[in-house]
């Protein structure tokens, strides 16, 4: 099956005949294609009981490679482990109208930080309010750019606490079934954003005003200790996997989409390789962008005591279990990679790493 790796490589040549790149563009073109070869270097692992050497290559750790993200989201979910509390959490979306696209594609660093700052206090706000909750929740928010046939769509994935604590130190809880009104949600939601754009000078039709906006809440989750799990499948996505992709042939790349207009059914695209490159281009984060951050009660001032009183207040008595490395990779791929394959009684270990060429 191909990979994007091999789309870049065939065909990312003469797309730079036609398109200038971004440097943070050609930063992310250049660490897929050099994923896992010699150009950034390699690492030799020896077995401490016969001395078998195992050569591998480095990965590049983009978070824009498909490669690279089953463990760098592995180790995130680990370490949010310890904010997770014993209690019903909702998952909240946010889109963007296609209306405001071109405007936030333009002005991606300034448009980004304000969407999340617009849900943020939406949620924060609403939630304050007796009449719907009347307490401050926990929130996690992850930005995608992307629809499932590439195109530009920006949109936030929010994964809220079924409660909150309260201005005078105690927990309440959400209805169990019920977050926030969506239609509520919404219209916030929509004066928050247009003022906060309009503020910076970013302009966009006044029609908005009156177009009904798009929030999804989904119900609950099964519990606590899936939420993260969860959540990891939306924290390290990228804007398409290789496992989507499944032709490359005579220019041109076919790979699986979900239309989630018709029925949620699976399709195919075919796409010329120049369009199929553009449009992974076009969600190619600005340099050093936060696209996951948290608020309410996982706000980073003070954390630490408001969490433990968190914990305290719902009963979340849970022991947190973390993994080391290799307990991880036995987990997700069903296999020791530590075993020796040689002698298959000692382990391997890093020993040394080879210069890139």
């Not at 849970?318 to 990679?337: S, Y």
């Amino acid at each position: 099956m191909p990979e994007l790796q091999d789309i870049l490589r065939q065909h990312i040549g003469a797309y730079r005949e036609k398109h200038v790149l971004t440097p943070q563009q050609a930063k992310v073109v250049y660490a897929i294609l050099n994923c896992r070869t010699a150009s950034l270097g390699a690492h030799i692992d020896r077995c401490d009981e016969c001395g078998f050497e195992k050569h591998s290559y480095n990965s590049c750790r983009n978070r824009h490679c498909p490669k690279c993200q089953t463990l760098l989201k592995e180790d995130w979910i680990d370490r949010q482990q310890n904010n997770l509390l014993d209690r019903p959490y909702f998952h909240v979306v946010f889109t963007v109208p296609a209306e405001l696209r071109p405007a936030f594609f333009q002005n991606q660093r300034l448009a980004y930080d304000l969407l999340f700052k617009a849900v943020s206090e939406t949620l924060l706000e609403l939630c304050a309010n007796e009449k719907h909750l009347g307490a401050r929740p926990g929130i996690t928010t992850i930005l995608h750019t992307w629809g499932q046939n590439l195109s530009y769509h920006p949109h936030l994935h929010c994964v809220v606490t079924g409660g909150g604590l309260t201005g005078n130190g105690t927990w309440r809880d959400s209805r169990k079934k019920f977050f926030l009104p969506v239609k509520v949600l919404a219209k916030k939601f929509r004066g928050k954003l247009l003022y906060l754009l309009g503020k910076e000078g970013i302009c966009f039709d006044r029609g908005l005003y009156k177009k009904d906006w798009v929030v999804y809440c989904k119900p609950p989750f099964g519990g606590a200790q899936k939420v993260f799990d969860y959540l990891g499948r939306y924290t390290h996505r990228v804007a398409i996997s290789n496992n989507r992709i499944l032709k490359l042939e005579d220019g041109s790349v076919t790979f699986r989409w979900r239309d989630y207009a018709d029925n949620n059914k699976q399709k195919l695209m075919t796409l010329s390789a120049e369009e199929f490159i553009r449009r992974f281009l076009m969600h190619v984060l600005p340099s050093g962008f936060r696209k996951i951050r948290h608020s309410g009660i996982f706000a980073s001032r003070d954390k630490g005591k408001r969490l433990a009183l968190c914990k305290r207040l719902t009963g979340t008595w849970f022991v947190v279990k973390h993994e080391f490395a290799e307990q991880r990779l036995e987990r997700i791929f069903g296999q020791n990679f530590n075993l020796c394959p040689c002698c298959g009684l000692g382990h391997l270990s890093r020993a040394s790493p080879i210069t890139a060429n």
